[in-house]
């Protein structure tokens, strides 16, 4: 016990750092332990697309969304997940799947959602991201797609030009 008090003298600021971050590891577990939503990977997203059939919304903007989407998902920006939304509200019981591009949105609408008595809310860890990374597929907007293929002509004729002055 000396010595760890020695040791704490000897190097105050490396203790207070160390302090500092094992509040905020506690803190963050405490938070995760308490919350009503759960966490779910790639993997065990698409196990709950199989079997539980859930409300999956992809809480994107716009461009986002038209880009890719996992197959079957609703366009809900954050603005449209509101007390109000009685399209939404007609499904309370089933479960509910919610991500966005990185997964940084889609923790404040799982709380949204539960807030507004959503009883089994997922949230995509990672988001569309993850999903991409993980290989899994996604649906494009049909605009997006007839953009991405006008994209690739362009380059195939801009490719042939060079070929031709080369």
């Not at 079997?51 to 989407?69: C, F, M, Q």
């Not at 995509?124 to 991405?148: E, F, I, M, N, Y």
Request: proline residues 4%.
């Amino acid at each position: 016990m000396e010595r760890i008090l020695e040791f704490i003298g000897n190097h105050t600021i490396l203790t207070g750092i160390f302090g500092v971050v094992l509040l905020a590891w506690i803190i963050y577990e405490v938070s995760r332990m308490v919350r009503q939503w759960k966490e779910v990977d790639s993997l065990g997203a698409v196990w709950m697309i199989n079997r539980e059939d859930p409300i999956i919304l992809d809480v994107s903007n716009s461009t986002d969304y038209a880009k890719g989407h996992i197959h079957g998902a609703l366009h809900m920006p954050p603005s449209k997940i509101e007390a109000g939304n009685q399209e939404l509200l007609k499904h309370k019981e089933r479960p509910v799947l919610v991500y966005c591009k990185s997964g940084q949105v889609s923790p404040q609408m799982a709380t949204r959602l539960t807030r507004l008595g959503f009883t089994n809310v997922n949230m995509l860890t990672g988001g569309l991201t993850q999903w991409l990374a993980d290989q899994q597929p996604v649906t494009r907007h049909k605009g997006a797609a007839k953009s991405g293929g006008k994209d690739k002509k362009k380059a195939r004729a801009e490719r042939k030009k060079a070929e031709g002055d080369g």
